[in-house]
């Protein structure tokens, strides 16, 4: 398992942009594939982003193609989501995991996970 720390968060208007980090500890980072979930009040936890260890590619939810850019730098352990024209439907807490799959978008498959950090938009 690696230890996930995010952080980046806060309150933007509408329109505005927001770059959330998370920075990785333990084993070996760079064997992970990367994802970004969020989770609005009273709603489930969905994926946000994702970032394949093996190939590079990334994938994305299709509410936030064209908006969100996930990155990751593997000599700092970190991954990042770039999140541009934020809408107030993007206001949520946003979590970092960890997966040793090249690619999923499966909540279950993601074995490490951040303690969270909140994203409000206000319209």
């Known amino acids: 398992q690696v230890q996930l720390v995010e952080s980046g968060g806060g309150l933007v208007q509408a329109g505005g942009s927001l770059r959330l980090s998370c920075v990785a500890s333990?084993?070996?980072?760079?064997?992970?594939?990367g994802g970004w979930f969020r989770q609005a009040p009273g709603k489930e936890r969905e994926f946000v982003a994702g970032?394949?260890?093996?190939?590079?590619?990334?994938y994305y939810a299709d509410s936030v193609k064209g908006r969100f850019t996930i990155s990751r730098d593997n000599v700092k352990n970190t991954v990042y989501l770039q999140m541009n024209n934020l809408k107030p439907e993007d206001t949520a807490v946003y979590y970092c995991?960890?997966?040793?799959?090249?690619?999923?978008?499966?909540?279950?498959?993601?074995?490490?996970w951040g303690q969270g950090t909140q994203v409000t938009v206000s319209s």
């Open positions: 995991a960890a997966t040793w799959k090249p690619v999923s978008q499966n909540l279950a498959d993601f074995g490490s």
């Open positions: 333990g084993r070996t980072f760079a064997r992970y594939s």
């Open positions: 970032l394949s260890w093996s190939s590079g590619t990334p």
